[in-house]
Each structure stands twice: as C-alpha cells, then as structure tokens.
C-alpha cells in the first residue's frame, strides 16, 4: 500500500480554507462590531458604540425582510460573536469537522438570503462586513464562492479524517518475537 504524502491536493485546500474563511468570519465578526462607529471611538463611548453597530447591524438584517424586527435584534446581538468565535475554531484546526461544517451551512444560508435578496431585486446593503455595501451580482459571486471552499474544506477534512496520518508510521512487528513493557 502506498504512503499518502504528508501535503497533498486535499491538505492544500483543508488549509487555505481553514485560513481564508477563519480570517473572514473573525474579520466580519469583528467589523460588525467595531467598524461602522470608528468615529465615536474614545474608550468612554465604546458602550454606545456597539449599541449603535448593533441596532445598524440590526436595520441590515430587517432590510432582507425575512424576520420580524425582534429578530433581527437577536441575529445582529448574537452573530458577530457567532462569527468570531467559528473564526478563530477553523483558525485553530480543533474539532475541524465539526467547526468546517458549521461554517458551510452558515454560507450556505448567508448564501440563500444573499441570492434571494438579489433575485428580487432589493436595493439594500449587504451586511456582510459591517460597513455598507451594496448588494450586487459580485456579492453573490462571492459568497458563491466562500460556500464553494468551504464545502471542499469539509469534504476533504471527513477525507482525511479516515486515513492514516501521513507522519505515523506504521507499528512493526516481526514473527515470533513477543513486545514485552517495561514497568
């Protein structure tokens, strides 16, 4: 049987996943909750500050109109930290099957709310990364896309998961000979 090699096509992609989607989800956790305020910035007012991100971020949310607005209050307070913390989970490798499925079937929903909103036409902002961003046939492209990697990343992360570490090497034994332990 042949030895897999210790980076191969599959790897290569689990990794560039693990690093572009980590550091997308903590850097639009983070730019919902820091960014659209930057000018009310003195440490004073930092508790106004992400009150107000997060009843801006909740506006985005209402603007889909897909939820009622005490919804979108729960949404905008719960999935910036959601989002950080999924982040910093696929940044870490730990669990990656679990964290790399989770992250798919967020971007497969960012991806259905995106497509749906674009197909009917809504002039609105995206919400994606906090600031306003129009949402236009290129945001659906790229969240296309981020669904696209994330779904290879899972996919080979359950993969490579079922084969043998490429570094262990495989524990021999010869004929007759016992293994004694020593205490």
């Known amino acids: ?49 992400l009150s107000m991100n997060f009843s801006s971020f909740a506006q985005q949310i209402e603007s889909y109109k897909m939820i009622s607005p005490e919804a979108s209050q729960v949404v905008a307070h719960t999935l910036p930290f959601v989002e950080i913390v999924l982040g910093l989970l696929l940044l870490t490798g730990w669990r990656l099957r679990i964290w790399a499925t989770a992250i798919t079937v967020i971007m497969a929903g960012f991806l259905a709310v995106v497509t749906r909103a674009y197909l009917l036409h809504m002039d609105i902002n995206c919400g994606c990364f906090g600031t306003p961003e129009k949402l236009t046939g290129m945001t659906v492209l790229r969240d296309a896309a981020f669904l696209a990697l994330a779904l290879l990343m899972t996919v080979f992360a359950f993969i490579e998961a079922r084969q043998p570490h490429p570094w262990s090497a495989p524990e021999k034994t010869t004929v007759g000979s016992t293994r004694e332990s020593v205490s």
């Open 1 to 49: 049987m042949m030895q897999s090699s210790p980076f191969n096509f599959r790897r290569a992609i689990i990794w560039i996943g693990r690093l572009v989607l980590g550091g997308i989800f903590v850097y639009a956790g983070f730019s919902k909750l820091l960014l659209p305020n930057t000018h009310l910035w003195p440490m004073f007012v930092l508790k106004f500050s």
